[in-house]
């Protein structure tokens, strides 16, 4: 009975560790070209940020947080070899679960998939792969910690152990075989190794919400390459948003603004959300 046990205990965390330890220099050969430094630039063109983003389409379709393009006006996509991908346009977003979905100017380009919705479980051994404070192609690793709900955020999260930093925000979580199982949020300073993320399920959600796949083209707008952006202010009202953008020399009317974001004549606007603005005239 010694002997046996003896054998046990020797062969199980071999086996373990052969099917959940991903092999990072593996995983990390397969996944950077993926995964783009997000640079954010004010009206003037001044950087005022940077943050983390990763395609899931050969085609441009880009991943990162809602908050981290909250701010910026324009935004640079710098991949590992050092190519610059302007952001054309906003392609959806969902403040709740702090996502966006962007699209750069590509084709044929390396881009990651979407793990199984829950297939994150605790306990699985994860690897993030990020730009904590500018710092590109930066690998972490660790596990799902727990799944969590936040009741006043009303949002699921993963709690994950693999480190992150200010920049990691937008980064791609994954499993052992390079899938992502989550998009890294935010941390709590406050602790140690207490760092969440939102979960692939509700990216696939964001992803349905649109009628977009993972790696499909992306639909054809016509208006896009004349459209802008603009991030919703505390207090905001279509008809303030209006005259703003008249300042900048942007005339885009409540009606035009109205129609373009297909906003109901009741609809309310929240601080956060991102809302393309016609550029078609001066």
């Known amino acids: 009975m010694r002997v046996a046990l003896f054998i046990l205990l020797l062969v199980a965390p071999t086996v373990w560790a052969q099917n959940d330890a991903p092999d990072l220099r593996a995983l990390a050969k397969k996944t950077r070209p993926a995964v783009y430094l997000l640079v954010l630039q004010d009206e003037d063109g001044k950087t005022i940020a940077a943050g983390t983003g990763f395609l899931i389409s050969g085609e441009g379709l880009l991943v990162t947080n809602q908050h981290v393009i909250a701010e910026a006006h324009t935004i640079i996509a710098k991949a590992e070899n050092g190519g610059l991908f302007p952001i054309r346009r906003v392609v959806a977003s969902d403040s ?56 006043k955020e009303n949002r699921d999260v993963l709690q994950i152990s693999a480190p992150i930093s200010k920049g990691s925000s937008g980064s791609p979580v994954l499993d052992s075989q390079g899938r992502v199982i989550g998009v890294a949020s935010f941390l709590l300073q406050d602790g140690q190794s207490l760092n969440f993320a939102s979960p692939s399920e509700k990216l696939r959600r964001l992803l349905n919400a649109n009628s977009l796949t993972p790696n499909s083209p992306l639909p054809t707008q016509t208006q896009s390459a004349q459209n802008t952006t603009y991030t919703v202010k505390s207090g905001d009202t279509l008809a303030q948003i209006s005259r703003t953008l008249k300042k900048r020399g942007v005339s885009a009317s409540v009606d035009e603004i109205r129609a373009l974001n297909r906003l109901a004549t009741n609809s309310l606007i929240k601080p956060g959300q991102v809302l393309q603005i016609p550029q078609g005239r001066p």
């Not at 404070?133 to 930066?138: A, D, I, Q």
Request: glycine share 10%.
């Open 96 to 151: 709740r679960n702090d996502l966006a979905l962007l699209q750069l100017e590509g084709k044929d380009l390396p881009f990651l998939s979407l793990a199984p919705d829950f297939s994150a479980e605790v306990g699985t051994r994860v690897a993030i792969i990020g730009s904590p404070l500018g710092l590109e192609g930066t690998l972490t690793e660790g596990i799902v910690s727990a799944r969590r709900r936040l009741p």
